[in-house]
Protein backbone atom coordinates (compact mmCIF):
# COMPACT_ATOMS: atom_id res chain seq x y z
CA UNK A 1 0.00 0.00 0.00
CA UNK A 2 1.56 2.99 -1.24
CA UNK A 3 1.32 5.90 1.52
CA UNK A 4 1.17 10.12 1.25
CA UNK A 5 2.37 11.96 3.99
CA UNK A 6 0.73 15.19 5.00
CA UNK A 7 3.40 18.04 7.02
CA UNK A 8 3.32 20.83 8.71
CA UNK A 9 6.11 23.25 9.87
CA UNK A 10 7.71 22.18 12.53
CA UNK A 11 4.92 19.75 14.32
CA UNK A 12 2.93 17.70 11.97
CA UNK A 13 0.83 16.89 14.86
CA UNK A 14 -0.28 20.14 15.69
CA UNK A 15 -2.11 20.39 12.06
CA UNK A 16 -3.43 16.70 12.95
CA UNK A 17 -4.75 18.30 15.71
CA UNK A 18 -6.34 21.60 14.39
CA UNK A 19 -7.91 19.74 11.51
CA UNK A 20 -9.48 17.14 14.04
CA UNK A 21 -10.20 20.09 16.78
CA UNK A 22 -11.96 22.30 13.67
CA UNK A 23 -14.55 19.96 13.07
CA UNK A 24 -15.16 18.89 16.56
CA UNK A 25 -15.78 22.61 17.63
CA UNK A 26 -17.68 23.08 14.95
CA UNK A 27 -20.09 19.77 15.70
CA UNK A 28 -20.64 21.65 19.33
CA UNK A 29 -21.12 25.05 18.78
CA UNK A 30 -22.27 25.98 15.36
CA UNK A 31 -25.96 24.84 14.49
CA UNK A 32 -26.29 24.13 10.99
CA UNK A 33 -22.76 23.42 9.86
CA UNK A 34 -22.14 21.53 12.85
CA UNK A 35 -24.52 19.22 11.86
CA UNK A 36 -22.76 18.50 8.81
CA UNK A 37 -19.43 18.43 10.45
CA UNK A 38 -21.07 16.00 12.71
CA UNK A 39 -21.91 13.81 9.52
CA UNK A 40 -18.23 13.80 7.76
CA UNK A 41 -16.35 13.57 11.26
CA UNK A 42 -16.08 9.71 10.68
CA UNK A 43 -14.43 10.23 6.75
CA UNK A 44 -12.21 12.69 8.55
CA UNK A 45 -11.03 10.34 11.53
CA UNK A 46 -10.58 7.48 8.57
CA UNK A 47 -8.54 9.37 6.72
CA UNK A 48 -6.32 11.04 9.32
CA UNK A 49 -6.14 7.64 10.84
CA UNK A 50 -4.97 5.86 7.01
CA UNK A 51 -2.33 8.60 6.53
CA UNK A 52 -0.78 9.35 9.82
CA UNK A 53 -0.35 6.94 12.80
CA UNK A 54 -3.93 5.83 14.02
CA UNK A 55 -2.81 6.45 17.68
CA UNK A 56 -1.57 10.38 16.81
CA UNK A 57 -5.36 10.67 15.19
CA UNK A 58 -6.88 9.29 18.16
CA UNK A 59 -4.92 11.18 21.05
CA UNK A 60 -5.78 14.00 18.12
CA UNK A 61 -9.49 13.58 18.53
CA UNK A 62 -9.72 12.64 22.07
CA UNK A 63 -8.38 16.01 23.36
CA UNK A 64 -11.03 18.53 21.76
CA UNK A 65 -13.50 16.15 22.45
CA UNK A 66 -12.21 15.92 26.73
CA UNK A 67 -12.75 19.67 26.49
CA UNK A 68 -15.88 19.88 25.00
CA UNK A 69 -17.01 16.98 27.62
CA UNK A 70 -15.65 18.55 30.50
CA UNK A 71 -17.02 22.06 29.32
CA UNK A 72 -20.61 20.49 29.32
CA UNK A 73 -20.08 19.29 32.25
CA UNK A 74 -18.66 22.20 34.40
CA UNK A 75 -20.82 24.81 32.71
CA UNK A 76 -24.30 22.72 32.33
CA UNK A 77 -24.25 23.27 28.48
CA UNK A 78 -26.55 20.65 26.48
CA UNK A 79 -23.50 19.49 23.71
CA UNK A 80 -23.47 16.49 21.50
CA UNK A 81 -20.57 14.95 23.76
CA UNK A 82 -22.03 11.58 22.92
CA UNK A 83 -23.29 11.98 19.22
CA UNK A 84 -19.56 13.54 18.81
CA UNK A 85 -17.54 10.46 20.51
CA UNK A 86 -19.92 7.86 18.35
CA UNK A 87 -18.69 9.71 15.24
CA UNK A 88 -15.59 10.24 16.23
CA UNK A 89 -15.35 6.30 17.68
CA UNK A 90 -16.65 5.09 13.87
CA UNK A 91 -14.44 6.68 11.73
CA UNK A 92 -11.55 4.94 14.13
CA UNK A 93 -13.06 2.11 13.67
CA UNK A 94 -13.16 2.17 9.72
CA UNK A 95 -9.42 3.37 9.90
CA UNK A 96 -8.63 0.19 11.70
CA UNK A 97 -10.59 -2.31 10.39
CA UNK A 98 -9.50 -1.00 7.04
CA UNK A 99 -5.62 -0.80 7.76
CA UNK A 100 -5.46 -4.62 8.76
CA UNK A 101 -6.86 -5.27 4.96
CA UNK A 102 -10.51 -6.67 6.80
CA UNK A 103 -13.85 -7.10 4.07
CA UNK A 104 -16.34 -4.30 3.35
CA UNK A 105 -18.78 -6.23 5.11
CA UNK A 106 -16.11 -5.85 8.29
CA UNK A 107 -15.72 -2.22 7.80
CA UNK A 108 -19.19 -1.28 7.29
CA UNK A 109 -20.91 -3.52 10.37
CA UNK A 110 -18.78 -3.14 12.75
CA UNK A 111 -18.91 0.72 13.24
CA UNK A 112 -22.38 0.77 12.10
CA UNK A 113 -23.26 -1.42 14.98
CA UNK A 114 -20.95 0.56 17.66
CA UNK A 115 -23.49 3.63 16.33
CA UNK A 116 -26.80 1.92 16.75
CA UNK A 117 -25.17 0.77 20.24
CA UNK A 118 -24.71 4.10 21.58
CA UNK A 119 -27.98 5.39 20.12
CA UNK A 120 -29.87 2.66 22.11
CA UNK A 121 -27.82 3.51 25.62
CA UNK A 122 -28.72 7.09 24.68
CA UNK A 123 -32.65 6.02 25.01
CA UNK A 124 -32.19 3.35 27.57
CA UNK A 125 -30.26 5.29 29.91
CA UNK A 126 -32.43 8.57 28.98
CA UNK A 127 -35.16 6.48 30.10
CA UNK A 128 -34.18 5.59 33.14
CA UNK A 129 -32.75 8.94 33.99
CA UNK A 130 -36.00 10.25 33.27
CA UNK A 131 -37.58 7.34 35.31
CA UNK A 132 -39.82 6.52 31.73
CA UNK A 133 -40.04 3.31 29.55
CA UNK A 134 -37.16 3.57 27.16
CA UNK A 135 -39.84 3.06 23.92
CA UNK A 136 -41.85 5.76 25.61
CA UNK A 137 -38.52 8.17 25.13
CA UNK A 138 -38.56 7.51 21.79
CA UNK A 139 -42.05 8.04 21.14
CA UNK A 140 -41.64 11.08 22.80
CA UNK A 141 -38.49 11.72 20.55
CA UNK A 142 -40.27 11.31 17.26
CA UNK A 143 -43.30 13.40 18.69
CA UNK A 144 -41.06 16.38 18.80
CA UNK A 145 -39.33 15.54 16.31
CA UNK A 146 -41.77 15.98 14.14
CA UNK A 147 -43.43 19.19 16.06
CA UNK A 148 -40.27 21.10 14.96
CA UNK A 149 -40.59 19.92 11.46
CA UNK A 150 -44.20 21.45 11.50
CA UNK A 151 -42.92 24.77 12.79
CA UNK A 152 -40.28 24.68 10.15
CA UNK A 153 -42.84 23.69 7.32
CA UNK A 154 -45.03 26.98 8.40
CA UNK A 155 -41.99 29.18 7.77
CA UNK A 156 -41.80 27.70 4.62
CA UNK A 157 -43.37 29.26 1.23
CA UNK A 158 -45.38 25.68 0.96
CA UNK A 159 -49.12 25.91 0.12
CA UNK A 160 -51.47 25.85 3.53
CA UNK A 161 -53.43 22.70 2.55
CA UNK A 162 -50.05 20.74 2.63
CA UNK A 163 -49.48 22.29 5.50
CA UNK A 164 -52.79 21.67 7.19
CA UNK A 165 -52.77 17.72 5.83
CA UNK A 166 -49.60 17.16 8.04
CA UNK A 167 -51.06 19.00 11.25
CA UNK A 168 -54.04 16.41 10.71
CA UNK A 169 -52.08 13.94 10.15
CA UNK A 170 -49.51 14.21 13.02
CA UNK A 171 -50.74 11.35 15.19
CA UNK A 172 -50.74 8.80 12.18
CA UNK A 173 -47.33 10.20 10.93
CA UNK A 174 -45.66 9.75 14.52
CA UNK A 175 -46.95 6.40 15.00
CA UNK A 176 -45.54 5.39 11.26
CA UNK A 177 -42.43 6.54 12.61
CA UNK A 178 -42.31 4.97 16.02
CA UNK A 179 -43.36 1.49 13.98
CA UNK A 180 -40.44 1.38 11.71
CA UNK A 181 -37.64 3.18 14.21
CA UNK A 182 -35.37 0.27 14.70
CA UNK A 183 -34.96 -0.20 10.66
CA UNK A 184 -34.81 3.71 10.45
CA UNK A 185 -31.54 3.15 12.86
CA UNK A 186 -30.11 0.54 11.17
CA UNK A 187 -30.42 1.74 7.90
CA UNK A 188 -29.07 5.82 8.46
CA UNK A 189 -26.18 3.77 10.52
CA UNK A 190 -24.95 2.10 8.34
CA UNK A 191 -25.79 4.49 5.31
CA UNK A 192 -23.57 7.17 7.47
CA UNK A 193 -20.68 4.36 7.71
CA UNK A 194 -20.87 3.53 4.11
CA UNK A 195 -20.88 6.94 2.51
CA UNK A 196 -17.97 7.81 4.60
CA UNK A 197 -15.90 5.02 3.63
CA UNK A 198 -16.67 5.30 0.09
CA UNK A 199 -15.53 8.89 0.27
CA UNK A 200 -12.77 8.77 1.96
CA UNK A 201 -11.54 5.55 -0.25
CA UNK A 202 -12.26 8.08 -3.27
CA UNK A 203 -9.97 10.99 -1.50
CA UNK A 204 -7.54 8.39 -0.88
CA UNK A 205 -7.40 6.50 -4.13
CA UNK A 206 -6.73 9.62 -5.53
CA UNK A 207 -3.77 10.22 -3.60
CA UNK A 208 -2.39 6.65 -4.47
CA UNK A 209 -3.34 4.55 -1.58
CA UNK A 210 -5.23 1.47 -2.69
CA UNK A 211 -6.68 -1.89 -0.78
CA UNK A 212 -6.66 -5.13 -2.84
CA UNK A 213 -10.19 -5.75 -1.86
CA UNK A 214 -11.77 -2.56 -2.36
CA UNK A 215 -10.78 -2.50 -5.79
CA UNK A 216 -13.80 -3.81 -7.34
CA UNK A 217 -16.89 -2.34 -4.71
CA UNK A 218 -19.08 -2.01 -7.72
CA UNK A 219 -19.08 -6.16 -7.87
CA UNK A 220 -20.62 -6.41 -4.24
CA UNK A 221 -23.46 -8.59 -3.82
CA UNK A 222 -25.94 -9.51 -0.61
CA UNK A 223 -25.64 -12.97 0.37
CA UNK A 224 -27.77 -15.29 -0.96
CA UNK A 225 -29.40 -16.05 2.76
CA UNK A 226 -31.27 -12.29 2.62
CA UNK A 227 -33.72 -13.26 -0.16
CA UNK A 228 -35.38 -15.79 2.41
CA UNK A 229 -35.14 -13.24 5.04
CA UNK A 230 -36.89 -10.92 2.50
CA UNK A 231 -39.42 -13.19 1.22
CA UNK A 232 -40.27 -14.69 4.54
CA UNK A 233 -40.59 -10.64 6.29
CA UNK A 234 -42.65 -9.95 3.85
CA UNK A 235 -45.09 -13.00 4.54
CA UNK A 236 -44.60 -12.36 8.25
CA UNK A 237 -46.28 -8.84 7.68
CA UNK A 238 -49.72 -9.72 6.53
CA UNK A 239 -50.01 -11.77 9.97
CA UNK A 240 -52.74 -10.07 12.01
CA UNK A 241 -50.62 -10.07 15.47
CA UNK A 242 -49.24 -6.53 16.60
CA UNK A 243 -45.76 -8.11 17.48
CA UNK A 244 -45.23 -10.24 14.55
CA UNK A 245 -46.14 -6.94 12.37
CA UNK A 246 -43.52 -5.03 14.22
CA UNK A 247 -40.61 -7.20 14.04
CA UNK A 248 -41.64 -8.78 10.38
CA UNK A 249 -41.71 -5.23 8.68
CA UNK A 250 -38.53 -3.69 10.39
CA UNK A 251 -36.51 -6.75 9.23
CA UNK A 252 -38.60 -5.91 5.82
CA UNK A 253 -37.44 -2.69 5.57
CA UNK A 254 -33.69 -3.51 6.78
CA UNK A 255 -33.63 -6.56 3.63
CA UNK A 256 -35.14 -3.89 1.16
CA UNK A 257 -32.36 -1.56 2.56
CA UNK A 258 -29.36 -4.01 1.14
CA UNK A 259 -30.64 -4.90 -1.91
CA UNK A 260 -30.41 -1.25 -2.28
CA UNK A 261 -26.87 -0.60 -1.47
CA UNK A 262 -26.77 -4.07 -3.96
CA UNK A 263 -28.56 -1.79 -6.67
CA UNK A 264 -26.14 1.02 -6.46
CA UNK A 265 -23.24 -1.38 -6.62
CA UNK A 266 -24.43 -2.18 -10.01
CA UNK A 267 -25.60 0.59 -11.50
CA UNK A 268 -21.85 2.11 -10.51
CA UNK A 269 -20.85 -0.75 -12.33
CA UNK A 270 -22.78 0.48 -15.59
CA UNK A 271 -21.58 3.79 -15.15
CA UNK A 272 -17.97 2.63 -14.98
CA UNK A 273 -18.38 0.44 -17.88
CA UNK A 274 -20.20 2.84 -20.12
CA UNK A 275 -17.63 5.90 -18.64
CA UNK A 276 -20.50 7.72 -17.72
CA UNK A 277 -19.43 11.42 -17.13
CA UNK A 278 -19.28 12.31 -12.97
CA UNK A 279 -21.97 15.13 -13.41
CA UNK A 280 -24.30 12.67 -14.66
CA UNK A 281 -23.49 10.25 -12.18
CA UNK A 282 -23.87 12.26 -9.41
CA UNK A 283 -26.57 14.33 -10.62
CA UNK A 284 -28.84 10.65 -10.46
CA UNK A 285 -27.88 10.31 -7.10
CA UNK A 286 -28.60 13.78 -6.28
CA UNK A 287 -32.30 12.61 -8.19
CA UNK A 288 -32.51 9.49 -5.88
CA UNK A 289 -31.64 11.69 -2.54
CA UNK A 290 -34.52 13.96 -3.40
CA UNK A 291 -36.99 11.92 -5.42
CA UNK A 292 -36.90 8.50 -3.05
CA UNK A 293 -39.89 7.00 -5.34
CA UNK A 294 -36.49 6.00 -7.33
CA UNK A 295 -35.18 4.17 -4.74
CA UNK A 296 -37.96 1.51 -5.59
CA UNK A 297 -36.44 0.07 -9.20
CA UNK A 298 -33.09 0.42 -7.78
CA UNK A 299 -34.27 -2.16 -4.93
CA UNK A 300 -35.55 -4.00 -7.78
CA UNK A 301 -32.40 -4.15 -9.77
CA UNK A 302 -30.59 -5.56 -6.41
CA UNK A 303 -33.13 -8.07 -5.49
CA UNK A 304 -33.47 -9.54 -9.07
CA UNK A 305 -29.49 -9.22 -9.61
CA UNK A 306 -29.18 -12.92 -7.81
CA UNK A 307 -31.12 -14.34 -11.01
CA UNK A 308 -30.56 -12.05 -14.23
CA UNK A 309 -26.48 -11.11 -13.40
CA UNK A 310 -26.90 -7.97 -14.53
CA UNK A 311 -23.62 -6.83 -14.16
CA UNK A 312 -22.26 -9.72 -16.54
CA UNK A 313 -24.32 -7.71 -19.79
CA UNK A 314 -22.57 -4.48 -18.91
CA UNK A 315 -19.03 -5.75 -18.58
CA UNK A 316 -16.85 -5.18 -21.09
CA UNK A 317 -13.58 -7.64 -22.29
CA UNK A 318 -11.83 -5.47 -19.73
CA UNK A 319 -12.63 -3.57 -16.53
CA UNK A 320 -11.42 -1.64 -14.27
CA UNK A 321 -12.94 -0.28 -10.93
Known amino acids: MKKFSITFPNNSFLKLLLIISSFVFATAFIPVIGSICLLLLPMILFLNGTVNDRIKTAIAFFIPFSLIFFLSILLHINLPTIAIFTMGMAGLFIAQIAAKNGSVEKIIIYPALFIIAAICFYFIYGGFALSINPWQLVEKYIATTIEEN ?38 ISTLIVWANFLLGKQILGKAGITWPKFTALTRWKAPELIIWIFIISGC ?86
Not at 154 to 179: A, H, M, R, V, Y
Not at 270 to 278: E, G, Y
Request: aromatic fraction near 20%.
Open 150 to 187: IKLYSQLPLKTEDINFIKDNKKNIIDGFTQIFPSLIII
Open 236 to 321: LYFVRHKDINFFSLNIFLVTCFIYLLQGLAIVSFFFQNKKVPLFFRYLFYFLIAVQQFLMIPIVAVGLFDIWIDFRKYFQKSRTTD
